[in-house]
């Protein structure tokens, strides 16, 4: 139960000082910063928990989790953003940025978490 409350408290932060900057940064975004970053902090908590999960029972397909997690969540931001793929691209460089730059943060926090979690086994 620790390493979850832990967990969440992590992703908190960084959900909020990255809402913050992002907020602060983005003049007028296409997408709503606190769309996105309720989406990759309930999707980052939800595939740490599915890990740490997958881990107690079957530790040796800890990858295949995580491969099939990224795919999840891939599919998920598609169906819940639905104008990052519009056929008539209404989103400039810049705004897609917006998406996909906190994406790939949240996916770094995801392996930071895992990996030191895994280091401490």
């Not at 932060?13 to 902090?41: E, T």
């Not at 926090?109 to 895994?118: A, Q, R, S």
Request: charged share 15%.
């Amino acid at each position: 139960m620790k390493f979850y409350l832990q967990t969440f408290i992590v992703i908190l932060v960084c959900c909020l000082i990255a809402y913050f900057v992002h907020d602060w940064y983005v003049d007028n975004p296409a997408i709503s910063p606190l769309r996105i970053y309720l989406f990759l902090g309930l999707a980052t908590f939800l595939t740490v928990s599915a890990l740490k999960f997958t881990h107690a029972y079957v530790p040796d397909k800890l990858g295949y989790a995580f491969l099939a997690a990224i795919f999840i969540k891939c599919g998920a931001a598609l169906v819940l953003f639905p104008e990052l793929i519009a056929e008539d691209p209404a989103l400039s460089k810049r705004q897609l940025l917006g998406f996909i730059a906190p994406y790939f943060i949240f996916l770094f926090v995801e392996v930071g978490i895992v990996i030191k979690w895994l280091n401490k086994n």
